[in-house]
């Protein structure tokens, strides 16, 4: 980190809640006033859970900016943050149209300041990528309950937050990191199962999640355990 | 104590890491192990990215909800209104072709007037509008249903003004008692079943009672029943699939009613979908999740199901027959028993669906002057002296039947 880095994380934390901040005003006028001016939402089918999804990633956004400030200079710590800030950027493009235009123009500029070491954040996201792409699944999950009937909504609401915990949860316990695993793509493959996908999920989900279960008594940390095959 | 991995770097960047077959740097050589991590982390990233496309299908196409969404809302709300408004919102939900909704209503105080909305046509397929009219019937028929459930008599005029050829029906509405009727009670459950019937037979009493003619003149009904001539029919049928597909413009006109997406249907709030394709839950999302059909594909499938379900699980065929099928009065009137028929089939059990490519061939002969071909064979089935209006298949239901998208009644009053 440079002398430079504590003001950059100052720049990047206001960039983030300014950002996130119209993105929570642009979540709640999706869900309330959406249909009515569809040319500046995207006229979208469903602007209620749209506008509520919104809302959550631009917390996501907000809370991910202060975070990084305290977050010391830790790579993995600040692709995080980097992460939270990027997704939220990109995404709401699709939820709520034009009136992302504002809150992206200062949430990706936030993102790419949010890293300090490039190579280091590669090297981290290489080494933890099955993780990530557990929390990818997550995320698939979440967007697939976005358009359910509400009680599938719950449910894969639940499941997809479930593996995202499962994802970056410091050190779980065998038993926590298989609870986790089940909530999140049993109930949903079990009650959707018709959709094809939710038996996907769970399917994809357990190859890729097998071996990040630690094999030893309860209570082991995760953290220490091989990555994706278990090699490292 | 367990580590965060958001909170510390377990390998450092600027030192070599843990296990040397983690990184492969110019001076290391490339290991099996590194090998097969990579290939393992390659696949895994692969089938992520194929189950976060299909997720967003599921989105995209409303895997997890079909039939809901303000486009569905109707059928939902039809009995809400207690007025003449109430009674649009039932008239709305009646059977037409390829679910243009070809009307536009005009409610006063006394008077609902219906007209055709000229723009909703499905051009080559129905060149002289029969079925558009016969759809208006359909609508006409649902409105007197709910007129007289909402306490209004109503005096139906056809054709009010032999100038305005849109304006098709003014119905004069006088206080009185209301009527039970159990085809009012099955507008909101009354829909297009294309799904497999089962073995059950429907017998003869069954078909016959499906039938109310009264205050209904110059259209009957003529049932296909003995297994030969269903059989006969059901090639027919196939016969007329094959050559709307084979003709560009009809494949073209029918298919531009065709809503591919969620996005489509709720947005627009007509056309056909994939949710009333009578498919099973699990094709059903097999279908949606393939990528949008392409119109040759989406005909292809039709002519499959017409042949493997549609004619396949026929237990019975009906065919409206009238004297003069040109004529727009009698349409509207074989469009309103054509609606009874279904209604009353919803309110036993029976499925319906309509199937009118016969006719469509028909018509689309006379117009481009082709020799005739489907007329005559059509004529062997049925009755001298009078022509065929449309057609629908009956049976039992296998499965439950999903209904098709409307417009909100915002849309449809003048």
Redesign the interface.
Known sequence: MTTAAPGRHRLVARLGVLGGGLGLVAGVIQASVGSRIPEWTGNKADPVPLGLLTIALSLLAIVMALWQRRSGPATAARGAAALALLVPGLLCFTTVGRLWFLPAALLLPAAAMAVDDWRGTAAAVGRNWSRCLLAALGAIELLMAAGATPLLMIVASVGGLALITAAWLPGPSRPTLVGLLVVGTVPFAVLAWTAIVPVLLLVVTAGIAAPLIPRSGPGESVVGHGDLLGVR | ??????????????LPP??P???SGPHQPVSR?SI??AL??GA??V??AG??L???????T????PG???AYDPWQQWREDLGPLGAVAAAILAANPHNTQPWIFAVAVTTIDVYADPTRTIGTIDPFLREQHVGLGCALENLVLACRARSLEPDVELLPDPRDETWVARLTLVPSAATADDRYEAIGSRHTDRGPYDTREVLQEDLAQLVDTAELTGADVHWVTRPTDVAAMGELLVDAAAAVIADEDQSRDGFAWFRGS??E???NADGLTLDAQGLS??L???AK?LPASSRSAGDAFWVDQTRDVHTKTAKAYGVIVVAGPDDRAVQLTAGRLLQRIHLTATSRGISLQHMNQITERIDREQVTGAPASFGPRFAEFLPPEVAPLVTFRVGYPTQAVRPSPRRALAAVIA
Request: hydrophobic share 45%; no cysteine.
């Open positions: 104590m367990p580590r965060s991995v958001l909170t510390a770097d377990p390998v450092p960047p600027t843990a296990d077959s983690a990184v192990r097969i991590r393992g982390l895994a990233t089938l992520v189950t976060g299909l997720g967003y299908r599921v989105y995209d409303a895997v997890l909800k809901s969404g303000a969620d996005d249907v709720q947005l839950p699990l059903l999302s097999a999740l």
